[in-house]
C-alpha cells in the first residue's frame, strides 16, 4: 500500500515541474557507483539504479509524515495504585496479638532471627555422619566438639533473651518458651562441666553459690534417694524380678 502511494506521489510530483519540495534534493547513496545522488535525479528514470532506494526513501518520509499528523491515542489515566494495607508476617501477627507493640515485636523478631542463625549451625554440626566423623583429625574434631558446645550455649542465652523479653513487657513466657529453655540449659551446662577440670568445676559452683564437696554430696543423695524409692517399689510386688519396675 506505501508503495502504490509513493508512485501516486512520484508522478505528481514530475508532473510539476517547477516542484522544489526539499524531499527532492535529500541525498541517498547511489548502489551502482557508492556515490551520494539527490532523490530528484534517481526518480528520473524507473531504471535507475537508486529507484527503488528513492521510492523507499519517500515511503518512510510519507510513514513518518502521517505518523506525526495523526494524534497520539488518548491512553487512560493511570490510575494510582491503591494502599494496601500493612501486612504482617503470621509471626508478627501472633507476638502482636500477645501483647506485644510494633517495637517490641521488632526487637523479638531480631531475637529469634539471631537464635534461627544458631539453629542452622548446630544442625550442620549434628549431621556430620559418624563415618565422616571418625575419619576427621583429633583436631578437627575437638573444634567441632567446641563450636557444638558454644552453639548450645549460645541458644540457652538467646531463648533467655526472649523470656525476658516477654517478661519486661509483662506477658508471660510460653511454656513451650521455657521448656526449650530449660532443656538447652541442662545440655550446656553438662557440656561446659563435662569439659572442666575439679579446680574449673568447684569455681563454676562456687560462682552459683555451691561448693564441689556439696554438689557431689547431693549427687550422691539423690542416687540413695532412688535405691530407696525402688527398694521400698519392690515390696509391692510378688515376683521379685519385678521390683524396679520394669516387666
Known amino acids: ?3 502504490n502511494l509513493t508512485n501516486l506521489l512520484i508522478e505528481t510530483i514530475f508532473k510539476e515541474e517547477s516542484n522544489d ?10 548502489p551502482a557507483t557508492g556515490k551520494n545522488i539527490k532523490v530528484r535525479s534517481a ?7 537508486a529507484y527503488n532506494a528513492a521510492k ?6 510519507m510513514s513518518d509524515g502521517e505518523t506525526a499528523q495523526q494524534p497520539a491515542e488518548q491512553q487512560p489515566e493511570e490510575q494510582p495504585a491503591e494502599e494496601q494495607p500493612d501486612a504482617h508476617s503470621d509471626e508478627e501477627a501472633m507476638l502482636m ?11 523479638m523478631l531480631d531475637i529469634k532471627n539471631s537464635g534461627a542463625e544458631i539453629d542452622t549451625a548446630i544442625e550442620k554440626i549434628s549431621n556430620v555422619e559418624p563415618n565422616t566423623w571418625k575419619q576427621l583429625s583429633p583436631q578437627r574434631q575437638k573444634e ?3 563450636d557444638y558446645t558454644t552453639k548450645i550455649g549460645e541458644k540457652r542465652d ?5 523470656i ?18 530449660n532443656a538447652y540449659n541442662d545440655a550446656a551446662n553438662e557440656r561446659e562441666l563435662a569439659g572442666m577440670t575439679d579446680e574449673e568445676k568447684a569455681s563454676h559452683y562456687e560462682e552459683e553459690g555451691e561448693t564441689l564437696a556439696a554438689k557431689k554430696y547431693g549427687d550422691l543423695l539423690n542416687k540413695i534417694n532412688i535405691d530407696q524409692e525402688l527398694a521400698n517399689t519392690g515390696d509391692q510386688f510378688e515376683n521379685p524380678e519385678t521390683a524396679t519396675g520394669l516387666n
Open 164 to 181: 525476658d523479653a516477654y517478661t519486661e513487657n509483662g506477658i508471660e513466657a510460653p511454656v513451650e518458651l521455657t521448656d526449650e529453655y
Open 56 to 61: 523507499e526513501y519517500i515511503a518512510g518520509k
Open 97 to 107: 496479638s500477645q501483647g506485644f507493640d510494633e517495637e517490641q515485636t521488632s526487637t
Open 144 to 146: 567441632m566438639n567446641d
Open 158 to 162: 538467646n531463648l533467655r533473651s526472649q
Open 43 to 49: 526518480l528520473s528514470r524507473t531504471d535507475h539504479p
Open 1 to 3: 500500500m506505501a508503495i
Open 21 to 30: 519540495d526539499a524531499i527532492l534534493d535529500t541525498l541517498i547513496p547511489n
